[in-house]
T-cell receptor, first 114, second 117 residues
Framework: AQSVTQLDSQVPVFEEAPVELRCNYS??????LFWYVQYPNQGLQLLLK??????LVESINGFEAEFNKSQTSFHLRKPSVHISDTAEYFC????????????FGTGTRLKVLA | DTAVSQTPKYLVTQMGNDKSIKCEQN?????MYWYKQDSKKFLKIMFS???????INETVPNRFSPKSPDKAHLNLHINSLELGDSAVYFC????????????????FGPGTRLTVL
């Protein structure tokens, strides 16, 4: 079975400061990794995903995440946050075969302060 | 055009009632999902259909019954509603490869906030 741990339930950070949202996973089989973002009163949207190849993946709005197999982590980073980045961020894993199911972490609320 | 739409957006009802939530996607995807997000934002899959066939059925009470009349629609019917059913229910869809595994993005609807009084 797979599991996802997001250690921080809330992360307050000042505008233009860097941020890291942590995600660790557990799985006995190979997985794909995802970060989704949920803005207030909206559904989830894909931010970025790691399937294979380069372990560093980037999104179009300045976020990046690095897959670290030895540490079973997929932390999300942004060098300079904006007020508009305030949202809930979910890490998720999916097995590479045999099922279509995502396992989501419990989410991290990023609050960007002016 | 909205990719994944859900109706209603809000649903307030009494315990014991039966209610339905509808979901439609216009992305041409083969696979649709229902998720439940509780008050602590924990998101858990309930069901998944691929080409109208049930492929994931988590440990959900049988008061919950999904129905997929065609691959663009996945409705959720809930009988005998209980207080603990209060949550936000999200529909999602994706294009899944026949080999299994989910590499493709899941597209989520805006959610239906269900409140059981």
């Amino acid at each position: 079975a797979q599991s996802v741990t997001q250690l921080d339930s809330q992360v307050p950070v000042f505008e233009e400061a860097p941020v890291e949202l942590r995600c660790n996973y557990s799985s006995s089989v190979s997985v794909y990794l995802f970060w989704y973002v949920q803005y207030p009163n909206q559904g989830l949207q894909l931010l970025l995903k790691y399937l294979s190849g380069s372990t560093l993946v980037e999104s179009i709005n300045g976020f990046e995440a690095e897959f670290n197999k030895s540490q079973t982590s997929f932390h999300l980073r942004k060098p300079s946050v904006h007020i508009s980045d305030t949202a809930e961020y979910f890490c998720a894993v999916s097995r590479t075969s045999g099922t279509y199911k995502y396992i989501f972490g419990t989410g991290t609320r990023l609050k960007v302060l002016a | 055009d909205t990719a994944v739409s859900q109706t209603p957006k809000y649903l307030v009802t009494q315990m014991g009632n039966d209610k339905s939530i509808k979901c439609e996607q216009n992305l041409g995807h083969d696979t649709m999902y229902w998720y439940k997000q509780d008050s602590k934002k924990f998101l858990k899959i309930m069901f998944s259909y691929n080409n109208k066939e049930l492929i994931i059925n988590e440990t959900v009470p049988n008061r919950f019954s999904p129905k997929s009349p065609d691959k663009a629609h996945l409705n959720l019917h809930i009988n005998s509603l209980e207080l603990g059913d209060s949550a936000v229910y999200f529909c999602a869809s994706s294009q899944v490869r026949s080999s299994g595994g989910s590499t493709d993005t899941q597209y989520f609807g805006p959610g239906t906030r269900l409140t059981v009084l």
